[in-house]
């Protein structure tokens, strides 16, 4: 039996695997909530044979590592099982299915395309096809920067061929993304001198104004032609209306296509002066993820997986977004990348979030072609 029909006969156990995966909420900031779900990946994995560490992280949710075969040559599955929903999203918006569509907290980014992984392995096992072996590697603090995952992640990386990373698709037809953008995050503080704003207003320097002058800079950054954005985010500052501020802040937040590009306006954020006497601007912060650009080794996967993907009856167009996802540390050490082949649906970080449960079996069918390929 073909990997497709395998893996059509099984849609009804995909789509249980997919709702007890969503009935386990994992908000990356609650460790104990995802420990208890990594728990019962381990198990899950253990059942399926495979050679399963948990690797503990105080601060973060710990992770999970299963390998299967032993063949020379290693592919790993990148996945992240923490989502950006509060504990008890759950219970405001249960798992549901509807009009042939799956809903609730975390099912498109990405629990749904972690399981189309386990159950492409599943069909490859049936099959008697492992030419290679087969790393999962399931983070848990993707959603907020991976700071705890990324050399795990890198370390990984390195000892394989290549990695397929089954974040959820783009669009409705169900591109792969080919590149992403690189992402900082960064911190200015602005001060001034506080004053009475109707007794001593001259004596009192203005952050606020200061600041203000800082975000026409920021925004005048972003170029769109380069592929760069800067975004100033959250803004606090002032005490009430009958003080000067003399302190100021605000987060900025910066996408790049390129590597060059990213690296050049972070020398501009970094380096951002005062315009008015008497105030300081000081800036922290740093470069989370270097871009996930179109390699040579990425494009080669791509073909591949185009060609696996026509044979399975459907096309897999490839897109640029401006998001990021682990696999820009893996694409940026020179390991072949294929991001974003995971579900069909929409809504990531959205009250709508949503799997198409029809495409379910021929994405994991392309994961399982990926994964038995002639490299």
Known sequence: MSFLGFLAERQEAMTGMLRTFVEYETPSHDKAAIDRFTAYLAGLFGQLGGEVMMFERPSAGNIMHASFGNGSEQALVLCHVDTVWPFGELARRPFRIEDGKAFGPGVYDMKGGTVQAIFALQAIMAAGKMPRKVVFLCTTDEEIGSSASRELIEEEA??????????????????????????????????????????????????????AHQILKLQAMTDYGAGTTISVGEIRGGMGY???????????????????????????????????????????????????????????????????????????????????????????????????????GDGAHALHEHVVLSAMAPRAALIAGLLTSES
């Open 158 to 211: 390195k000892k394989s061929a290549f990695v397929l990373v089954p974040e959820p698709t783009s669009g409705s037809q169900g591109a792969v993304k080919l590149t992403r953008n690189g992402w900082g995050m960064f911190d200015v503080i602005v001060t001034g001198r506080s004053a009475h704003a109707g007794i001593d207003h001259a004596k009192g320097i203005n952050a606020v104004e200061e600041m």
């Open 242 to 344: 009958n003080v000067v501020p003399d302190k100021a802040t605000l987060k900025v937040d910066l996408r790049a296509s390129t590597q060059s590009e990213l690296l050049s306006a972070q020398a501009k954020i970094l380096g951002l002066a005062p315009l008015l006497k008497g105030t300081t601007v000081s800036v922290t912060g740093n470069l989370n993820r270097p871009p996930l650009e179109a390699t040579p080794g990425n494009c080669a996967l791509y073909q591949k997986a185009k060609k696996i993907a026509a044979e399975l009856g459907y096309h897999l167009p490839g897109v640029h977004v401006g998001s990021v996802s682990d696999g820009n540390f893996t694409s940026a050490l020179g390991v072949p990348t294929l991001d974003g082949i995971g579900v069909v």
